[in-house]
């Protein structure tokens, strides 16, 4: 799909389809019956429950996940944001490629496939610290990139991102969306000093206060990369065609936001596979109603976490799914 203007992802934010709530309740019901005591299995009870709500399936399976990643580089990078340089980006779309990164072996262990999307790295965005990242045109062409790339026939979508910079770019974002001061917003990222750190907070700053957005979206615009937009497209098309998703780190988080900002149910369909280590994640999530699945001290980006997680939701629906119920076990129940 081409988005000709912002105001066709409003018209999609404002028309959302729901999870089938007949579904959800037939698998209630089948979890009640389990051989095992109530509540037993904890948090897989509920990853159980909103899987099978949004696959409209009281006994469903998870055969075909889908993880793409999105690169993309930043005009702000020229400020010192990164202890890497850009070129870097590029070098780690050729690794992915090759099959040589941390989501690569992840997505095998996990038996989702692998999509990786790089999107025009020889043209990095605006530098946010004096001006918008894109122009509404360019800011559509990532977003529709995203729409686009999900695959109406996976069973669940993950997406991670890669781009030196974009971790400041997630943090103006944030700032932008929720406020507050540039401080607590802003990590070390790929590995900053003190001294980086407080340059880079300076740049985040500077960057909210030179980019006046209206919503979610002109934040996203603004603030943003095209990778980060094109996260919140996947998202997006996602929640349309009812495709359950497992939101990533920091910057996967805040590409959410920025729907979230517009809409508040957007995220329904949504769950939080981790908690990463960089600071402000725990806050976005916070201000999203999101529960981390799992917290491992993780912050490699690269939708690692939340393939990780992946390995979670797949035993939750292996048990509600696969169990059997106390009259087909022939098992008394207490």
Not at 91 to 101: E, I, K, L, R, Y
Request: proline share 4%; net charge negative.
């Amino acid at each position: 799909m081409s988005f000709a203007n912002m105001e066709d992802i409003r018209r999609v934010l404002a028309d959302l389809p729901q999870p089938d709530a007949q579904a959800r309740e037939a698998a209630k019901a089948r979890n009640e019956q389990l051989t095992k005591p109530p509540g037993a299995l904890g948090t897989l009870e509920d990853l159980a429950l909103w899987y099978a709500a949004w696959r409209g399936d009281p006994r469903p399976t998870l055969d075909a996940p889908q993880i793409v990643v999105f690169a993309g580089n930043h005009g702000v990078t020229a400020r010192g944001v990164s202890a890497f340089p850009a070129d870097v980006t590029a070098q780690m779309v050729a690794n992915f490629d090759a099959g040589g990164a941390a989501i690569n072996q992840l997505a095998k262990a996990f038996g989702a496939s692998l999509d990786v999307h790089a999107l025009d790295l020889d043209q990095p965005t605006g530098d946010i610290s004096t001006g918008p990242a894109l122009s509404e045109t360019a800011f559509l062409a990532a977003f529709s990139a995203g729409w686009d790339v999900v695959d109406l026939k996976a069973d669940l979508l993950i997406v991670g991102e890669m781009g030196i910079g974009n971790t400041t770019a997630a943090a103006a974002i944030a700032m932008a969306l929720y406020g507050g001061g540039a401080e607590e917003w802003t990590g070390r990222g790929t590995g900053m000093d003190d001294a980086g750190l407080t340059a880079k907070a300076h740049v985040v700053a500077r960057a909210v206060e030179v980019n006046a957005c209206a919503d979610g979206l002109e934040v996203l615009r603004c603030l943003g990369g095209r990778e980060i937009a094109a996260m919140a497209g996947a998202i997006l098309r996602a929640r349309v065609a009812r495709v359950p998703v497992i939101l990533d780190g920091f910057i996967c988080s805040v590409a959410a936001a920025s729907l979230h900002h517009m809409e508040p149910a957007v995220l329904d369909h949504a769950v939080a596979g981790h908690l990463s280590s960089e600071e402000a994640h725990g806050r976005v999530l916070r201000k999203l109603g999101k529960t981390p699945v799992l917290s491992l001290g993780m912050r490699l980006g690269e939708a690692s976490g939340a393939a990780v997680a992946l390995g979670v939701l797949r035993a939750a629906v292996a048990c509600h799914s696969g169990m059997a119920t106390f009259a087909e076990a022939g098992v008394s129940e207490g």
